[in-house]
C-alpha cells in the first residue's frame, strides 16, 4: 500500500463541505485559500500542504482517521458525527452536551 494515499480526500472533502452547508467560496475564505485551489483538491486529485490539510480538517469537523485510514472506516458509526460535533464546541457547550447525554443515560 502506498503511504499517503490520498485518492479519496477529494470526495471527502466536498462531501464534507456540503454536510456544513458551505459553498465552495465560502470555505476557501475561512480557510484563507482561493476557491480554484479548493476545487482542485476536491475534483483534481491535487495534494494539500500540512497547513492547508489542518485547516480544512479543523473547520470541516473531519476525522483525521477518515483520511489517513479510510480503510478501517466501518460505514456510518451514529457516533462519529456527534463526535466531530463535539470538537467544535467550546467549554460551556461540552459542559450542556455532557449534562445532556449523562441525563439521556441515567433515565434509560
Known sequence: MELNNFNR?????????????????QLAEIINITPR??????????????D???????ELGISA???FYPEAQHGDSAVEPLMR?????GD????????????LVDNK
Do not use: W
Open 9 to 25: 480526500l477529494g470526495s471527502i472533502l466536498k462531501a464534507a463541505r456540503k454536510v456544513r452547508g458551505l459553498t465552495r467560496e
Open 37 to 50: 485551489y479548493l476545487m482542485s483538491l476536491e475534483n483534481e486529485n491535487k495534494k494539500p500542504s500540512y
Open 52 to 58: 492547508v490539510l489542518f485547516r480544512l480538517v479543523r
Open 65 to 67: 482517521d477518515t483520511i
Open 85 to 89: 460535533l463535539l470538537y467544535l464546541c
Open 92 to 103: 460551556r457547550e461540552l459542559k450542556i452536551a455532557t449534562a445532556t447525554i449523562k441525563a
